[in-house]
């Protein structure tokens, strides 16, 4: 592009560029129609940019700063919006506070687990293809269905997971998703199940086939051991992986939505009322477009903050290969 | 060395005794368990009695497959299962179809034309993939609310068919950047136009490509959940996810229980998803490989 203009600078533009090549930055009658090509093939996404996303973008930011309710026009409010959810909003801290606590958990085992996965998997057992399948599918399957069969599994008295331990000797086991003390770690739990074996796993196995066996036979000559070669070898020849993972898993753990609003509605007693629930109950169940506009962009902040974070400190751990 | 060995052993498993591999394999084994016995279960609760269901501890098995749960499923009033099966494939299909096409055709233009312009749109592209989806939701409802296209499924895939989103449109790019230029500027000195390019020769060079595009938004939109539920309020509008919700919440849809049936339900919408991904189980590794960001 740069490069493009420069010339276009230093030659006086040819008879048949004119206006039109200067708008499109191109010299020729040919780079012209090229040009244009390129307009009109990108065209149904320049669209819905405009549509879907840049007007939807600008729009929920105003309306962050109204009391917008679909109903009736809008009236700017200032902060209005933003200060009553810092300060008159009791479940807006408690969300924000939930979400982090099931992210500390969620994203550290959904990674670290689908490491583990990956170096199982990539020990050439026999039947390795089957049990990819079987940690891989859960990943693909419905969120709702997902949320709806572990209600069934975690149900305090019919379900198989109490049944089993009560049968290995566990007098009172949990209640799960029935109890507030215990619903948030539930649906935790499902996440996990979910998330494990899923892309992330694909991920490290792809990062984990592309370490070159020699360092390990390196490190086997040098008598290392196995945890050595992997905290040696394995993990700062992964780093770049682990980093793209971690920043892919904060981004969805803080988003977490489908399995509490399915399997518990938020509840019992707000155990589970996540952030996500708190934009979309006030959005679409209150009505109060404004209001939940303000809560989507907290969370867009909250995650673009993190996505910084991890970014600009990637420098500092992440090791690239020749890098 | 020994891992080779073993592996060319027709009866290796736990034979030739390697404290460490047979660890492994009960390691993994117990892992696979875990993993499969919530499907397991569900499959077998869908084909129990609802006494069965009831009975306490719960059995393993069903005394006797109940397969006709499947076709009661079908029958239930007020849950008109067969018309969110519709709805969703409906949705599915036209989205995938949107996708697949213009996605290409923005990953064309991004790959082989020089404007002014393009790389600044690249950029944008990418950072939509950063947005979450709840900042622009809400001002979605109200455009598609002032379009009277509130309960019924045309905000579930119209956006499709305009570039078909950041992700798409990334990984048709990057194929598409891998295929040699000598093709395409040889069509064009034979007199081929842009369009003819695009479509009979670089779009048959994308087969791989699209496959793994077309398995990932099949299977995304399959289970898309939020967009349904925000955009649908009528249960005879219903994709398979909010129906299955909806049925799973309904308190009144029937004085009989309905457990069983639950689970049938839940069988059958993971269904397509299991089905699809053996037919196209190759190109999930691949989409990882190719876009480096998610298969």
Known sequence: MAIAQNQIKARPPTTNAGWLGRLVGAKTKFQIRRA???????????????????????????????????????????????????????????????????????????????????????????????????????????????????????????????????????????????????????????????????????????????????????????????????????????????????????????????????????????????????????????????????????LAVIILFFTYIQVSSARRWVHYEGG | MAQQTLTQQPTGFGLRVEPGRVLLYLFVIVLAVLFGFPLFWTLMSSLKTPQEMMTFPPPWLPAAPQWVNYARLVQIPRIPVTIWAWNSTIVVVLTTVGVLITASMVAYSFARFEYRGRNLLFLITLSTLMLPEQVTIIPQFVLFYNFGWINTLLPLWVPAWFGGGGFAIFLMRQFMMTLPRDLDEAALIDGAGFFRIFWSILLPLCKPAL?????????????????????????????????????????????????????????????????????????????????????
């Open chain 1, 36 to 298: 244009l090509w390129g307009y009109l093939f990108a065209l149904p996404w320049i669209l819905g940019l405009i549509v879907f996303w840049a007007g939807p973008t600008l729009a929920s930011l105003y309306f962050s700063f109204t009391n917008f309710e679909v109903i009736g026009t809008a009236r700017w409010i200032g902060l209005e919006n933003y200060v009553r959810a810092f300060s008159g909003d009791d479940l807006f801290w408690s969300s924000l506070g939930r979400t982090f606590t099931f992210s500390i958990i969620n994203v550290p085992a959904v990674v670290g687990g689908a490491l583990m996965l990956a170096m199982v998997l990539n020990q050439k057992l026999k039947g390795t293809n089957i049990f990819r399948t079987i940690f891989f599918v859960p990943h693909l399957l419905p969120a709702v269905a997902i949320a709806v069969l572990w209600t069934y599994l975690m149900q305090p008295r019919l379900g198989p997971i109490n049944m089993m331990l009560r049968d290995v000797g566990v007098s009172s086991p949990p209640n799960w998703l029935a109890s507030a003390s215990s619903a948030l770690y539930a649906v935790t739990l499902i996440t996990i199940w979910a998330g494990m074996g899923g892309n992330t796993m694909l991920i490290f196995l792809a990062g984990l086939q592309g370490v070159p066996q020699e360092l390990y036979e390196a490190a086997d000559m040098d008598g290392a051991s196995a945890l050595s070669k992997f905290w040696n070898v394995t993990i700062p020849l992964l780093t770049p992986t682990i980093f793209l993972v971690l920043v892919l898993a904060i981004i969805a753990a803080l988003k977490v939505f489908t399995t509490a609003w399915v399997a518990t509605q938020g509840g019992p007693s707000y155990a589970t009322w996540f952030f996500a629930l708190h934009i979309y109950t006030q959005a679409f169940q209150y009505f109060r477009l404004g209001y939940g506009s303000a809560l989507a962009w907290v």
């Open chain 2, 211 to 295: 496959a793994t595009l077309g398995i990932i938004t099949i299977i995304d939109a399959w289970g898309d959940f939020l967009r349904p539920l925000i955009f649908l309020n009528s249960p005879e509008k219903f994709t398979v996810s909010v129906g299955l919700r909806f049925f799973n919440t309904a308190p009144d849809v029937s004085s009989e229980p309905m457990a069983h049936l639950i689970m049938a339900a839940c069988v059958l919408s993971m269904l397509p998803v299991i089905i699809i991904f053996f037919l196209g189980q190759r190109f999930f590794v691949r989409g990882i490989v190719m876009s480096g960001i998610k298969g």
